[in-house]
């Protein structure tokens, strides 16, 4: 196919856009309605969730739900070695203009009224930072947060002066320019549905990289991942595990009671300046105060919620018993086994490694996770044995804990000692020289947050 280029330099922003940057930002706000389920990891403002399940669904009558979820195990939070921190999740409700917040396993939420927040000021845990619509609409994570679809472009592009097209094919390079110097550029296929596949430029901070995997979800182009990378490091990685728009079949609304509010339910009523109005009681409906609440109990007018009538019985939560079993769970192992993957993909991109490279690689990972699985397969009779002295209360949770780390230190040398040596010989000298320069301007000071080195 002859490769088509067109070239048009504007000498302000303020002129004709590229139809390419206004077919892109469409097909993502024409998104009205639907669900979108996502694993996020890394991101400026995620310290102590390495790894997180973010969710959003659009109802048809405008209601928004926005979630942090646990994974399959009721897990909210790992750690760096897959270890259980947290379970459960944390949903925000947004209904006409109100937001209701609750976290699972806690007997209280939060009620922020309109003009309360704003979706860059909310507090990180309310899950309503970043809009799933706009996965792969920019370089960076911090140009996502508070934006909606159909203004990630004009706050990525405020201030340019110009744009510069071209095309190939049905790839349209877009690049937008400013004053100073400083470019970005959008490579966006009209053949899957007028999405980026590439998006890069640079700051103080060094040179930004977004790369899209699209898929059709439903017939509609949406990204499968887009991983975003400062300076060949990995900063974010945004996996779509489920996605669909525009479907006949979205929920019509939602009401507090779908996230958890319950009758005497402790809630806290926020100001429009942010701060704490007012503590009181959920009575169904609406927040109440405590008395109020007692009064209409006690005279059988309202009925108490399935968590107030467990605590009125003196049950304790499980919660803590279920954090001890995964704890100690040969499942923590597994996923650690699986999660080398994504170590050696990040090697890969952050040493540019060519094809022969990579497969080099990947044969470092299966050499490293056969050994693995092989004496995952040998022990499973004694963490077996493990789980049934903790489940028997034979041992404290103490013992236990320590005896599953002996039995898992192989599997962590294994790592440290089989996989990320084999992975060390492959990069070259001019490879790894490449990546020192690289880095070189991201050891400069600057505003941006520090994270860990890729390996």
């Known amino acids: 196919m002859l490769a088509i280029c067109v070239a048009v330099v504007l000498q302000s922003a303020s002129q004709r856009v590229p139809q390419a940057l206004l077919r892109f930002e469409q097909a993502h706000s024409q998104l009205r309605t639907g669900r979108v389920s996502c694993v996020v990891t890394g991101g400026p403002a995620i310290v102590a969730m390495p790894t997180t399940r973010y969710r959003m669904e659009l109802a048809k009558n405008g209601d928004v739900l926005w979630a942090y979820d646990a994974d399959p195990e009721g897990v909210f939070s790992r750690d760096e070695f897959g270890n259980p921190q947290q379970l459960g999740g944390a949903q925000t409700l947004v209904k006409s203009g109100v937001a209701y917040h609750k976290a699972a396993f806690e007997f209280h939420g939060t009620i922020a009224e309109p003009g309360t927040f704003d979706r860059k000021s909310a507090p990180f845990f309310w899950g309503m930072r970043v809009d799933p619509r706009t996965i792969g609409m920019a ?21 340019s002066s110009g744009f510069l097209e071209s095309r190939e094919g049905t790839v349209h390079r877009v690049t937008i320019q ?29 040179p930004w990289e977004c790369v899209i995997d699209l898929a059709e979800h439903d017939g509609i182009w949406f990204p499968r991942r887009a991983t975003l990378y400062r300076n060949g490091e990995m900063r974010t990685d945004l996996e779509v595990v489920e996605a669909s728009f525009n479907t006949k079949d979205a929920p019509a609304g939602w009401t507090p009671a779908d996230i958890g509010f319950e009758v005497g339910m402790g809630v806290e009523v926020k100001s429009s300046a942010g701060r704490s109005q007012a503590k009181e009681a959920w009575d169904g409906e609406k927040p109440v105060s405590h008395d109020e609440m007692f009064r209409r109990l006690n005279s059988g007018e309202l009925q108490p919620g399935p968590t ?35 170590h050696v993909a ?18 470092c990972l299966r050499h490293a996770q056969e050994l693995a699985n092989r004496y995952l397969d040998r022990s499973r009779d004694k963490f077996a044995a493990l789980e049934r002295r903790r489940d028997s209360r034979e041992v404290s949770n103490e013992a236990v804990r320590e005896e599953f780390a002996k039995l898992r230190k ?38 941006q947050p520090v994270r860990p080195s890729p390996p």
């Open 346 to 363: 990040v090697f890969c991109h952050h040493y540019r490694l060519d094809q022969d490279q990579i497969e080099k690689a990947w044969r």
């Open 178 to 206: 400013w004053p100073d110097g400083a470019e970005m550029v959008y490579e966006i296929d009209e053949s899957k549905g007028w999405n980026a596949t590439r998006i890069s430029g640079s700051s103080r901070g060094g």
């Open 308 to 342: 107030l009538k467990r605590l009125r019985k003196g049950r304790p939560s499980p919660d803590e018993e279920r954090l001890e079993r995964l704890r100690s769970s040969t499942r923590v192992v597994e996923a650690f086994i699986s999660d080398w993957e994504r």
């Open 410 to 447: 192989p599997i962590d040398d294994l790592f440290a000692n089989e996989l990320k040596p084999c992975l060390e010989k492959i990069p070259t000298r001019q490879q790894r020289e490449a990546v020192e320069r690289r880095e070189k301007p991201a050891q400069q000071p600057t505003s």
């Open 139 to 159: 370089p960076k994570w911090d140009d996502l947060v508070g934006q909606e679809p159909n203004t990630v472009l004009s706050n990525v592009t405020k201030g």
